[in-house]
């Protein structure tokens, strides 16, 4: 029998040991990242309750005048943090960006994955990868110069003609700086995300299967249809949940093109909005300047929300993937 | 009225690989034609070729004439071609997302059958004509991938035969099925032959002896000998065929 030097089990020793912290990192960042955002957000939650989610009014309040003692805590005289238009901006511009990737991004994958061969679909798939690599200041800008414009005399007038049977699609159209915009800036940043996946995932069902389809005379289209897409149904959900958690999360393109909307909630789809990452980055600054703290602690919150419904959706997604699984418990590929 | 099956010079490549060297060959009408031949010689890229399923792989390549009766499989779309003429795969490849019942149903659905009732009556009669009602008639709505292996096997042979082909092509039906399967399905081709053109590929001397009224000798993308299956099996005409099914080779 050979005989393990020491030299081997420190190795061993280390090797576990740093396998542990490396297993372990994912869990502690997350709980070190919360529990900061958690502290900082307490003296804002005293203050504001539950108004911080209902209420539409942000005001710092006066940050050089007298200070204000309410429900245990102190913030400027006349402050009041009210998120829910942030908390609005951030959902529809998020659902409405997923509106548009979700078809476009399963399209494209479709096409990618099976109608392409040889080097066309190289080109393309790197192209899908280099969209996706593309800095959000950078789409933020061809939103300002190029879609804003368009979405105030192009898109926008066209589809208030639709809004005479959907009301939310009226005018007036505005700046084109807006809910629109931002959605559709949003999706062109989701849809290589969704499709990068959804395309790997339409490569790994099995050709078996479909010949399946084929052999009994269904169509290409029918194949997709009946035999593909339900294949790959709870990857294609958790690729739209980190699409989607992308889109909430996205900052610098959003606050570029959504018209910063502060004190009113969106009222029709051209309206400017604020979502709640925009404005984070955007009044940090200011908020330093506040003497009681209490601006950065409402931040705070406010980044708290932001991290709940991230989080939120994507246990969302995870539940319903595993409640795919379980409905097709026993499947054996 | 099923109808033979005449294929004429036959090529069949993969990339720059020629895979079949040109086959003649006559398929008779509603008996069964055996496809034997060592691994790799062709025999799957042959029946493949008859339902227009090789060219589907990528880079690969048919020429050559298939007639189903008088009617050029060549000519025309695909998909109809698919649609008379049905397959069974080697290894059991149910719809795994569909249940027992929609499994069958779709390819219904698909040719335009919307009436319910209609549709029961022809899942249960494909069921039955592939011995496999008396197992799932209680559970026709849950996952066909809760069937056995065997189990799965006849769903499919269910599947290809409820949208009424005119042939079935079977390649190894029953090569990865136990032998109580196996046996089954080899039942269910003595029965259903009176309905189909039935093509089926096997690696399995015996099964070629039960099931065939015809056996095909492949070797090497060529056909080597073509006759009634007691004389390939008693009395081959080519030393080849001979030293295969001796065991000489394969
Ligand atoms: N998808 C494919 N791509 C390239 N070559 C293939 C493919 N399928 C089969 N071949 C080749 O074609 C030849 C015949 O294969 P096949 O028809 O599957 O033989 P058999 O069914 O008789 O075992 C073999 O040499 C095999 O390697
Ligand atoms: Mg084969």
Redesign the pocket.
Known sequence: MRKVSSGTKTADTVFHVATGIAASSPVVLLLAIAAVVVVQSIPSIRLMGWHFITGIEWNVGDTYGALMHKNGVTAAAGASFGALPFIVGTLASSVIALLIAIPVALFTALILAYRLRGWVQWILSILVELLAGIPSVVIGLWGMVVLAPFVAHGLGPALTHVGVVIPYLRGPVGTGMGLLTSGIVLAVMVVPIITATTRDLLQQVPVLYREGGIGLGMTTWEVVRYIAVPYIREGFIGAVALGWGRAMGETMAVLMVSGNAINFLPHNLYSPISSMAAVIASQLDSAMSDGSGMAVHALSELALVLLVLTLFTNLLARLLVSRVHHRRRGVRA | MSQPISVQNLRAW??N?L?LKGIDMELPASQVTAII??????????I?CLNRMHET?P??RVEGDVHLGTEDLYKGDPVDVRRMIGMVFQKPNPFPTLSIFDNIALGLRLGGMRNRGQLREAVERSLQMAALWGEVKDRLSEPATSLSGGQQQRLCIARAIAVQPEVLLM??PASALDPVSTLRVEELVEQLKDTYTIVI?T?NMQQAARVADETAF?LN?ELVEFADTTTIFTNPGDKRTEDYITGRFG
């Not at chain 2, 031949?37 to 042959?46: I, L, V, W």
């Open positions: 993969y990339g690989q895979t031949g060592p691994s790799g010689c062709g025999k799957s890229t042959f493949r792989v880079g690969a390649d190894e590929v690696h492949f993308g």
